[in-house]
C-alpha cells in the first residue's frame, strides 16, 4: 500500500511502525523516503530520525 500512495503519508505511518516494533534501521530508511516522496515534510521527518537514532522510547503511533 505504502508503494501506490504517491505522498508520504502511508510511508511515513511505515516508518512509525518499524520504529514501534524496534526495527530502527527499517524505520529510518522508510523515513529517508517520506522526504524523496514529499519533500515538504523533511523538517518532521529530520525530527524523527532524531528520535530514532537517539533509541528513545516514544509512542510513534499516538494520535492515529
Do not use: H, W
Not at 511505515?14 to 514501534?20: E, G, K, N, S, T
Not at 515534510?41 to 537517539?54: A, E, H, P, R
Request: aromatic share 4%; net charge positive; proline share 3%.
Amino acid at each position: 500500500v505504502a508503494e501506490t500512495i504517491p505522498n508520504g503519508t502511508a510511508q511515513a505511518r511505515l516508518a512509525a511502525l518499524y520504529a514501534q516494533m524496534g526495527r530502527k534501521e527499517e524505520a529510518l530508511a522508510a523515513a529517508a523516503e517520506v522526504t524523496r516522496r514529499d519533500p515538504s515534510l523533511k523538517t518532521q521527518v529530520d525530527d524523527f530520525i532524531k528520535k530514532v537514532k537517539s533509541g528513545a522510547k516514544m509512542d510513534f503511533l499516538k494520535g492515529e
